[in-house]
Nanobody, 119 residues
Framework: QVQLVESGGGLVQAGGSLRLSCAAS????????MGWYRQAPGKQRDLVAI???????NYADSLKSRFTISRDNAKNTVYLQMNSLKVEDTAVYYC?????????????WGQGTQVTVSS
């Protein structure tokens, strides 16, 4: 069972920056992909960015100019640097990890961390 522990959320003014971290533990297998999704009140959970173990990244088109995802494979930790934050970035941000196990591809989710951007 993989545990994901997120940190770094909080309250920030518009135009500010935050850095989210997510550390994975308990995996017997190599984690293929890690990433971040977000869910605003009353909306579905959407992709923010993902990164593979090889460093390939994929971003939501609207966020790629302001957000940067990175990963430390040795620490099984993924980071999300968020710059020039906007009020509409307010959401719960969820860490995701995906790996191939004997049962096939398995997804794991963190508990979520709140990011609130004030005007």
């Amino acid at each position: 069972q993989v545990q994901l522990v997120e940190s770094g959320g909080g309250l920030v003014q518009a135009g500010g920056s935050l850095r989210l971290s997510c550390a994975a533990s308990g995996s017997r297998f190599s984690i293929s992909v890690m990433g971040w999704y977000r869910q605003a009140p009353g909306k579905q959970r959407d992709l923010v960015a993902i990164i593979t173990s090889g460093g390939t990244t994929n971003y939501a088109d609207s966020l790629k100019s302001r957000f940067t995802i990175s990963r430390d494979n040795a620490k099984n930790t993924v980071y999300l640097q968020m710059n020039s934050l906007k009020v509409e970035d307010t959401a719960v941000y969820y860490c995701h990890a995906g790996l191939v196990s004997r049962q096939g591809f398995v997804n794991y989710w963190g508990q979520g961390t709140q990011v609130t951007v004030s005007s």
